[in-house]
């Protein structure tokens, strides 16, 4: 039985046991949400079922998480407008149902469709945001992907170490639920980090074990993301023709799920590679494929990684004019998407995000302090009710005992010796005159 039979197989057997329409659409909108990446198992169509059926029952939570997926599929089409207006809808049903849950993934996958755009900035808020929401919630799978999502955008950014926490987070997360495609995805992550660190032995041993599982869960975008990292390591280790087949074979893979992005990645990768081995015309046919594919998918950081690889292109083959025109035009992109003001407004964002969550952990402390005041003062109230209690026990039990001079009166060289161990003692004793006669107990309390 093949993957995609397989799992619709798993699908079929869980509707089957159910008749509530709308239990029946939450399990397919999980189905669709786990599988969202699963281009070969037509999520799409099932999302959109969902989301027909959700209408017409007025399942409001149903509607906004078919939403969700479908404006996935939109932005890795590169049909952005669409991603936008699908998950605007998303969110303000997860906002009318105050559903922090759905509100954080919808911000979550949105935050990709920015990034890819290159606005920078408005990802990373909403990553942040997610994450926010997410911080005190049950649904751990949604809290994993909020954690994953800021592992590649802080690795665009260049800190790498930042992008290594967020990775290890969320690898916890999905290890701890079994969840095999999430922490090969995180694995996956890792090991781009230990690329871009030459740490090329360490990166393989890691890609190697994702790319059983995603074999294993037949995911073809996964399978071809490994592919085509080997190939970079190949590319770094100077053994091109290695790396071009790698390359191809990913190329190969990614078009077979028309995957836009995936696709856009490794011809620029195998545009670099055929440069450098002197094949000048097939790596201009590759990197002005990946440029045009690009820029139809308003990709911004691809349009200009692309420029730039076709600026070095042109300088080999001694064409200077359309060699500047290219690096023109990736400094006047990459200034708008990494330039000072762009980079001024992701500092922003960290540090609004970094005040907000101290000021939330600081009213947190304040909070307990409170309370933790409250309790002891209660405790002391308790205390002094106990105390005044015991106390006036005590002045019963000393009321009762007999006096010293008394009892010197009745038998002159005697003494008592009385060392209670508490305020109140539970052994006594005890003293009369009868008849001439004088009458002494000592009373031990067992």
């Not at 869980?14 to 329409?21: F, N, R, T």
């Not at 990709?112 to 649904?139: C, F, H, P, R």
């Not at 969320?170 to 660190?197: N, P, Q, V, W």
């Not at 790596?283 to 990946?290: I, S, T």
Request: charged residues 30%.
């Amino acid at each position: 039985m093949s993957e995609k039979v397989g799992a619709l197989h798993i699908l079929e057997q869980q509707l089957g046991k159910v008749s509530d329409e709308r239990v029946r659409i939450d399990i397919t909108n999980s189905f669709c949400f786990d599988f969202i990446d699963f281009r070969q198992l037509n999520v799409y169509e099932l999302a959109e079922g969902s989301l027909v059926r959700s209408r017409e029952l007025a399942y409001r939570k149903g509607e906004g998480f078919a939403l969700m997926v479908l404006a996935h599929f939109h932005e890795t089409a590169g049909e952005y407008e669409k991603g936008i207006e699908k998950y605007n809808l998303a969110k303000s049903i997860f906002t009318e149902l105050n559903d922090r849950d759905g509100l954080a993934i919808t911000l979550n996958f949105n935050a990709y469709t920015n990034w890819w755009m290159g606005k920078y900035d408005e990802a990373l808020s909403q990553a942040l945001q997610a994450i926010e929401l997410v911080q005190d919630s049950s649904y751990r799978v949604g809290k994993a992907w909020c954690h994953y999502a800021l592992g590649p955008f802080y690795f665009d950014l260049k800190d790498l170490d930042l992008s290594r926490k967020y990775y290890n987070a969320a690898l916890e997360l999905f290890s701890g639920i079994d969840h095999m495609y999430g922490a090969a995805r995180c694995r996956t992550g890792l090991a781009s980090i230990h690329i871009a660190k030459n740490e090329l032995d360490e990166a393989l041993v890691l890609l190697e074990s994702s790319l059983e599982t995603y074999r294993f869960l037949g995911h073809v975008s996964g399978e071809a993301r490994i592919v085509n990292d080997i190939g970079v390591i190949h590319k770094k280790r100077n053994k091109l023709p290695e790396a071009l087949a790698y390359l191809e074979k990913a190329l190969q893979l990614r078009e077979s799920i028309d995957y836009k992005q995936g696709i856009t990645t490794t011809l620029t990768e195998l545009g670099d590679v055929l440069t450098r081995a002197g094949r000048y015309e097939d790596a201009q046919e590759k990197l002005e494929r990946a440029l045009k594919l690009a820029i139809d998918t308003k990709t911004k950081p691809k349009v200009f990684q692309a420029h730039f690889l076709l600026s070095e292109l042109f300088k080999k083959l001694q064409r200077p004019w359309e060699a500047l025109t290219h690096l023109e035009k990736f400094h006047e992109l990459r200034s708008e998407v990494l330039g000072e003001q762009a980079s001024n407004k992701l500092k922003q964002v960290q540090t609004q995000f970094a005040t907000e969550k101290s000021e939330k952990e600081a009213e947190i402390h304040r909070l307990k302090n409170v309370e933790l005041r409250k309790a002891y003062e209660e405790i002391e109230e308790k205390n002094k009710n106990i105390l005044d209690s015991i106390n006036y026990a005590q002045r019963i039990q000393q009321a009762i005992l007999p006096s010293v001079e008394e009892i010197r009166d009745a038998l002159p060289h005697s003494f008592v010796l009385y060392k209670p161990k508490d305020v109140v003692s539970g052994d006594f004793y005890w003293f009369a005159q009868k008849k001439g006669l004088v009458f002494i107990a000592a009373v031990e309390d067992r």
